[in-house]
């Protein structure tokens, strides 16, 4: 399967390939990047997103407090699982897994998105908390241009590419869970680090009242229990106003109420103004029984006490009407020197300087991360190489040995003309066997062996260089009365380079033992031939599974009193006699089989070298049809051809073989 994927890219042209690369690219950072800038705002005001959810609650006829712990959870399960989804896409973690559940997850918000646009049941979804307020129509147009590039991404996931190896992902998963979990916790905590809703600090509530241009600002309010406006009075102060914001009593922590009623204490010796606010239809009494509160309260909006702090309760100090610094009820100020120093850390650290601080918190181990999985990856790329190359040259060295060792083996395509042709007919023969070879240069040694009365004309006619001359029989004489004999110096002195001897044909009819054989061997390497000594079995031999034990034996006969030197100008030639002539020839792996054997007999008489340095050609009904296949085997150097090389282009056929 991956393999045919593979194989599909491979087949794509450049161009297509780059579009692919490009698109994939695009879709992973436009999916993954808002998840994560979705995920991460969700994790930076958790409150804001659980006060969605109770819009949403509400538009379905449920009454549910953004304070309650399933709604808490499922917003930090939300943050956590959109922030993952995000870093997963971008590192190319789990591409697989990451796209299926990615494309679920956008169905899911754009099946709700649809509803929302449909029903309005809120003005917006929430999607990226109140750093970025999207209406309901351009949510549902984010969503299903995120719904269709998922959809692609699943089907391209592979495409995705992986900025961190297979083996060093858990790093990232785990420290992008930590963060995000650990923000989403440190938030419901504290306060978020970077406040984007209204009433954030440095907001001027007595501006905005006067002027009305902050539409959510300037629509504060705060009555005192009798129904009397309060609100002026908070604006208007030029000393500092704490207000402890309780939206919701009975959900509201009273553990630090000690710390609480100190701080009061202390307003009171600095005549500081202090206020709960609480909204309307809250039952302060409560409070007072739990805590022994003893300053004023004061009614607002629930949302606007839930923007003005993201606690319950949390507390406000506001300075000449304006928002200066606010706590969680979690890190209450206890002294002056703790008010001055929150207030002056509040109004330098703007909330884009929180985010660039949380993200260099976030990216620097992270980057780290991925720059050590680099370094591993590398390492290990560079022992891989460096092994593979080890390899490479192994399998270099090998071949050229191979090479040499078989460039030194000589092949040969010879021709055994027998007792066929008169001098003209063998001459034009020769002739044209000339012209043919000397046009298209063959790739092996050529040698035609001609009756004696040919040899001295045709070595007038052929180009030495391109084809050898042999004969195929000498006496086992050097000279002398033997009638009707001829010597190897005779044939020598006709210009012939080759011998053939041992043929089966003068085995069988002219009986020549192993013994004449050896003569005749020695007077031609005296003479200066070069002698290509048949050898094979007969068909009852082969039958009898006898064909090495022969074989071995003609060897020995005639061949092995030679020393290495002289066995250096011997070619073989296997012609199972059974194949000779007769149009049945041995198989390739038959031939291949027995061509093997003779070479290990000769590397244990002559040596390893001598046996690979030793031309063995085969012969018996070889063909222009079966030559290429037995001239493949590794130990068949060529062939000793009898009824194809009487034509001259089936002797060219063969001797092309080797092309
Ligand atoms: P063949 O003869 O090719 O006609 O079988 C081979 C030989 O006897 O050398």
């Not at 989403?184 to 241009?213: C, I, M, N």
């Not at 210009?495 to 069988?508: K, Q």
Request: glycine content about 8%; charged content about 20%.
């Amino acid at each position: 399967m991956e393999t045919q994927q593979l194989a599909k890219v491979e087949r794509l042209s450049p161009l297509r390939r780059w579009g692919r690369f490009v698109l994939v690219r695009l879709c992973v950072l436009l999916v993954g990047g808002t998840f994560i800038v979705s995920g991460f705002s969700k994790a930076l005001d958790p409150q804001g997103m659980c006060l969605k959810l109770q819009a949403y609650a509400a538009a379905w006829g449920w009454h549910v407090s953004p304070d309650a712990l399933p709604v808490r959870t499922a917003t930090g399960l939300l943050a956590i699982l959109e922030f993952l989804l995000g870093i997963y896409l971008l590192l190319g973690i789990r591409r697989y897994f990451a796209t299926r559940f990615t494309l679920l997850l956008t169905l899911a918000l754009t099946l709700l998105t649809t509803y929302i646009y449909i029903y309005s049941p809120v003005a917006d979804c929430g999607c990226f908390g109140a750093i970025l307020t999207l209406s309901n129509g351009q949510t549902l147009a984010k969503n299903v241009v995120l719904l269709l590039c998922s959809l692609y991404l699943c089907f391209r996931s592979r495409d995705i590419r992986r900025l961190i190896s297979e083996k060093n992902q858990w790093g990232a998963s785990i420290w992008s869970f930590l963060f995000v979990c650990g923000l989403t916790l440190w938030t419901y905590h504290y306060l978020p680090r970077a406040d984007f809703a209204p009433f954030s600090v440095g907001t001027d509530l007595r501006k905005a009242l006067e002027t009305g241009q902050d539409e959510q600002v300037a629509s504060f309010y705060a009555l005192t229990a009798e129904g009397e406006d309060a609100t002026l009075a908070l604006a208007t102060d030029t000393g500092r106003t704490f207000l402890l914001t309780l939206p919701d009593i009975p959900r509201a922590d009273d553990g630090n109420n000690d710390r609480l009623n100190d701080l009061h204490d202390l307003c009171a010796d600095r005549h500081w103004q202090f206020y709960a606010l609480t909204a309307e239809g809250q039952d302060f009494s409560q409070w007072n029984d739990r805590t022994g509160a003893t300053y004023p309260v004061l009614v607002a909006d629930e949302s606007q006490l839930r923007a003005l702090a993201r606690s319950n309760p949390g507390l406000v100090m506001l300075h000449d009407g304006k928002v200066v610094a606010k706590w969680s009820c979690n890190n209450l100020p206890e002294t002056e020197t703790d008010i001055a120093a929150a207030e002056k850390q509040q109004k330098e650290q703007t909330r884009w300087d929180a985010i660039k601080h949380l993200a260099t918190l976030y990216l620097l181990p992270l980057i780290i991360w991925l720059l050590l999985d680099n370094l591993y990856v590398g390492s290990r790329f560079l022992k891989h190489w460096h092994i593979r190359r080890k390899i490479k040259l192994k399998i270099q060295t090998h071949k050229t040995t191979l090479n040499k060792q078989q460039s030194m083996r000589k092949k040969i395509v010879a021709g055994n003309w027998k007792m066929n042709k008169n001098l003209q007919e063998g001459v034009a023969l020769a002739k044209e066997l000339n012209e043919v070879l000397t046009a298209d240069r063959p790739n092996c040694g050529v040698v035609i062996c001609t009756p004696f009365i040919h040899l001295a004309t045709v070595s007038g006619v052929i180009d030495h260089s391109v084809i050898g001359l042999g004969a195929e029989n000498c006496a086992n004489k050097a000279s002398g009365a033997y009638t009707g004999e001829v010597s190897a110096e005779m044939v020598k002195s006709t210009g012939a380079e080759y011998v053939i001897l041992g043929h089966s044909e003068r085995r069988a009819y002219y009986g020549e033992t192993p013994e004449i054989l050896k003569e005749k061997v020695n007077l031609a390497l005296e003479n200066g031939l070069k002698v290509i000594f048949c050898i094979g079995e007969v068909l009852e031999e082969r039958e009898a599974g006898k064909q090495n034990e022969v074989v071995k034996a003609q060897l020995e006969g005639s061949l092995f009193d030679l020393t290495a030197e002289q066995f250096a100008n011997v070619v073989l030639a296997y012609e199972p006699v059974w194949a000779i002539g007769t149009g049945k020839t041995a198989t390739a792996d038959q031939a291949e089989e027995m061509h093997a054997f003779i070479r290990t007999t000769i590397a244990e008489k002559f040596g390893a070298e001598a046996a690979e340095n030793t031309t063995i050609l085969y012969g018996g009904s070889c063909k222009p049809s079966n030559a290429r296949e037995l001239f493949a085997k590794p130990d068949v150097d060529g062939g000793l051809i009898g009824g194809a090389s009487l034509k001259a282009p089936d002797f060219k056929g063969i001797i092309d073989a080797w092309k």
